[in-house]
């Protein structure tokens, strides 16, 4: 995991996903195996890597085309600048209370999941909804001058 910081270096680690969003801050499994609690307002996002090395955010930063998974196309905008599109869950229930994950448009990359805590983030703004279950597909009608095989 890394953990990206406004105006300082990149912090690597291990976080344990369950638990690792305590009431002061992120809390950070060194290396060398000592913990450590970075504060929220220090946190710029914390990136889910496959590998470490590289920087915390995202190589691609938005999506080329309309996102194919289901959920809500989001678009995040930090205090420093940097906007980072993504897809969260369209479920309210597993919104976090102090900050957001989302899937990064490059999914395949080395970003697996980033999570941007409240504190670093000036806006949030939705895209677009992905899969709605209110809009179903209709199939298309069967043209009249159609003969029926099968039919009875």
Do not use: C
Not at 12 to 28: H, K, M, R
Not at 41 to 48: D, G, I, N, R, S
Not at 113 to 119: C, D, K, T
Not at 132 to 148: C, D, F, M, N, T
């Amino acid at each position: 995991m890394l953990i990206g910081r406004f105006d300082r270096e990149t912090l690597t680690g291990y976080v344990n996903p369950a638990s690792y969003l305590q009431p002061e801050g992120v809390e950070l499994l060194s290396d060398q195996g000592r913990t450590s609690i970075v504060p929220y307002p220090e946190v710029k996002l914390v990136a889910f890597v496959r590998e470490f090395g590289g920087p915390a955010e995202p190589e691609r930063p938005a999506f080329q085309t309309r996102p194919k998974m289901a959920g809500l196309w989001v678009s995040l905008r930090f205090r420093d600048g940097f906007v980072l599109e993504g897809v969260i869950p369209n479920n309210l229930l597993l919104s976090e209370g102090n900050g957001f994950t989302v899937i990064p448009p490059d999914s395949a990359g080395n970003h697996h999941r980033v999570w941007a805590p409240r504190s670093s983030l000036l806006a949030v703004e939705v895209l677009g909804v992905v899969g709605s279950p209110l809009k179903q597909r209709k199939a298309k009608p069967v043209p009249k001058e159609q003969i029926g095989l099968f039919d009875e």
